[in-house]
């Protein structure tokens, strides 16, 4: 399964971008779509995810501000970030897992996509 990362770039503070990613493959299903970042010097962390029903978790720093939202017929996930700062900027990477047609599990990694935040 080959995911494949867009909409990042350079944004002023407080200034919005969506990022979206589209997983295709050989795809049965999808049980979780996620966002992650990673800025210079630090570990990769969890921003977002979404269940295949909807239900969405967010990391503190982000609550408010971000919004993910999926689109199942289209395996495609889609992080809103508004109101961005500074610290927001980052490499973004998406994340699925699910089962392909074979029903064997899988779990993929976007090849990431830049979001810096800066006057």
């Known amino acids: 399964v080959q995911l494949q990362a867009s909409g990042g770039g350079l944004v002023q503070p407080g200034g919005s971008l969506r990022l979206s990613c589209a997983a295709s493959?050989?795809?049965?299903?999808?049980?979780?779509m996620g966002w992650y970042r990673q800025a210079p010097g630090k570990q990769r962390e969890l921003v977002a995810t979404?269940?295949?029903?909807?239900?969405?978790n967010y990391a503190d720093p982000v609550k408010g501000r971000f919004t993910i939202s999926g689109d199942n017929a289209k395996n495609t996930v889609y992080l809103q970030m508004s109101s961005l700062r500074p610290e927001d900027s980052a490499v973004y990477y998406c994340?699925?897992?699910?089962?392909?047609?074979?029903?064997?599990?899988?779990?993929?990694w976007g090849q990431g996509t830049q979001v810096t935040v800066s006057s």
């Open positions: 979404i269940t295949n029903a909807g239900s969405t």
């Open positions: 994340n699925v897992d699910g089962r392909v047609l074979s029903r064997r599990p899988f779990a993929s």
């Open positions: 493959g050989s795809i049965f299903g999808i049980n979780n």
